[in-house]
């Protein structure tokens, strides 16, 4: 079927979350949470991702950085959200993080116009990706978030194939960092999809904060090589897959650059509708991401700009300043229900 523009920028976001059935293939493994999250989690010390290479600190809207796709189609997965372009993403000071940071809220209610596919749109939020802007192959990927949580939201802190809309999903592969879903107060989730091991098969694990996942910042992180790919929550480690257990079940498709997502989706198949007992708005907060990789000539990958002297915090003056940290960029910007096609075209 002839691609149009407009359909190779969906596939982007086509097909991509279908998750873990009731007897998955490989088993989640749920970990306790860390006592306290630190502030910044490094690399660990394994990991030859030590050198930053790329971050969105979040002191200003960098659309260089980001693109917000937009739609109401149900993103393959009967969402019940409108993704406008940005009206729900804005940076404010949290001094909570001490530092300003992104907030991605979800709220009753859409643009005048707003279509939705089951009629007017009950709810809006946003999406950003990094495609066409930033793209990574291998290293260490992490966020530090504090999630929203109530019944019928999903948030998430993913990545998906650049190559996506040539080669469609699931061949393009997916990472996905950090999801949650609000009939789960204290669990995140990760894993990864591929040719033959995707819709109700993919490789998942499930880590467990021991507290409400809005109760604080966490750092959601992956480190990611040729041979592997190993999941974090505050630099504890709880799920890993190497690539012989994945080319085991299919090809391994984690060779090429892949793009960052950031999210937060209201109802679905997955995380159910928002019922009486939801409460809206619900906000993500995101203190930054950061991208890690090994030192040396080609640690820079597509789409990365050259690191640049640390810039001064946007935040108010009377605000305490970021901790002193590597360089980064110039600014320019288990049973249970199924998972299901979230990421659809709309």
Not at 66 to 81: D, K, S, V
Not at 168 to 190: A, C, F, N, R, Y
Not at 226 to 234: E, H, L
Request: charged residues 15%; proline residues 9%.
């Amino acid at each position: 079927m002839p691609r149009t523009t407009a359909s190779i920028r969906l596939l982007a976001s086509a097909l991509c979350w279908l998750g873990v059935a009731a007897a998955p293939a490989v088993a989640a493994t749920i970990f306790p949470a860390e006592p306290a999250a630190t502030r910044h989690a490094a690399p660990t010390a394994a990991s030859a991702a030590t050198e930053l290479v790329w971050s969105d600190e979040f002191d200003t809207t960098d659309l260089d950085n980001w693109t917000f796709e937009t739609g109401g189609g149900g993103w393959g997965n009967n969402e019940l959200q409108y993704y406008t372009n940005g009206q729900n993403a804005f940076i404010q000071y949290d001094a909570t993080a001490g530092s300003n940071v992104l907030v991605i809220e979800a709220r009753r209610g859409a643009p005048a116009g707003a279509s939705c596919w089951y009629g007017a749109c009950q709810y809006s939020s946003s999406r950003m990706i990094t495609l066409g802007k930033h793209a990574f192959r291998y290293g260490r990927m992490e966020a530090r978030i504090r999630l929203p949580q109530t019944p019928g939201i999903w948030p998430a802190f993913w990545m998906l194939g650049a190559d996506i809309g040539q080669v469609g999903w699931p061949q393009s592969g997916e990472i996905d960092i950090m999801e949650h879903v609000g009939s789960e107060p204290t669990l995140t989730h990760g894993a990864l999809h591929g040719p033959g091991y995707s819709g109700n098969t993919p490789f998942a694990g499930t880590h467990d904060l021991r507290q409400s996942v809005d109760a604080a910042y966490h750092v959601y992180a992956v480190e990611w090589d040729a041979d592997g790919i190993r999941w974090f929550v505050d630099g504890q480690p709880f799920y890993s897959v190497t690539r012989a257990q994945v080319e085991a079940r299919g090809p391994w498709v984690f060779d090429q650059p892949f793009f960052l997502l950031l999210n937060v989706a209201v109802g679905g198949n997955w995380p159910g509708s928002p019922n009486a007992g939801s409460v809206f708005p619900q906000r993500m907060y995101v203190d930054y991401v950061r991208v890690y990789q090994a030192p040396g000539p080609r640690r820079r990958s597509v789409g990365s700009q050259p690191l640049a002297p640390p810039r001064a915090a946007a935040s108010p003056a009377t605000a305490p300043a970021r901790p002193a940290l590597a360089p980064r960029v110039m600014e320019r910007p288990a049973a249970g229900p199924e998972r299901h096609e979230r990421r659809a075209i709309p």
